[in-house]
């Protein structure tokens, strides 16, 4: 298995724009997550989802953050408009009830928005 | 309001000695508690945990204590080495969500 796989690595955008992570998880992983890592606020989590339902988005900071799983191999985050204080490092996480908290992480997204 | 706190956010070691991170929280609520490592440019990866009803788990060069009276949990890596350099994070685990830490960057020297 590759992994979680995340796309694209490093992101730069202009403020106002449109910005759309990507996240594949492992193949029978039934959990997917969304962190967020900042000099400031460490790794904060965003949103998870459970065979593809939203589950606790209490971490989406603003209505500018939406997130979707459309099916069990795919998700976005989407930051619309984006704002210079979203530059981060967005992560993506996998697991399962047999992993428990055993997540496997994506490699990350770097999102600069200038 | 920070529930996991890492004092040290970093720490450095000689090569084959003992590497000792420490962390505090302060909601018992969580059943697990873990260590996560972090390379540049790379994702978390799952180090060791512990459950609530043990007090240490031993795997290999790792061992995790948990004292549930100070909420205090601790990592030990002996002896070290400099494939260890990274950033450790201390995480709680419950109701599926993981909470981080701040890390604390250990270095191990030659």
């Given at each position: 298995d590759a992994g979680v796989i995340q796309s694209p690595r490093h992101e730069v955008t202009e403020m106002g724009q449109e910005v759309t992570l990507r996240c594949k998880p492992i193949s029978g992983h039934d959990y997917l997550f969304w962190y967020r890592q900042t000099m400031m606020r460490g790794l904060e989590l965003l949103i998870y989802f459970n065979n593809n339902v939203p589950i606790d988005d209490s971490g989406m900071p603003e209505d500018r953050f939406s997130a979707k799983m459309p099916n069990a191999s795919f998700s976005t985050l989407k930051i619309q408009?984006?704002?210079?204080?979203?530059?981060a490092v967005y992560f993506c996480a996998s697991s399962s009830a047999i992993t428990l908290y055993g997540y496997t992480f994506g490699s990350g997204t770097r999102l600069t928005v200038v | 309001d920070q529930q996991v706190k890492q004092n040290s956010p970093s720490l450095s070691v000689q090569e084959g000695r003992i590497s000792i991170l420490n962390c505090d929280y302060t909601?018992?609520?969580?059943d697990y508690f873990l260590w996560y490592k972090k390379y540049p440019a790379e994702g978390p990866t799952f180090l060791i945990s512990i459950s609530s009803i043990k007090d240490k788990n031993e795997d290999g060069r790792f061992t995790v204590f948990l004292n549930k009276s100070a909420k205090h949990l601790s990592l030990h890596i002996?002896?070290?080495?400099?494939?260890?350099s990274a950033v450790y994070f201390c995480v709680l685990g419950g109701a599926q969500k993981l909470v981080f830490g701040q890390g604390t960057r250990l270095t191990i020297n030659p």
């Open positions: 408009p984006s704002e210079p204080r979203d530059s | 909601n018992s609520m969580f002996v002896p070290s080495q400099p494939g260890d």
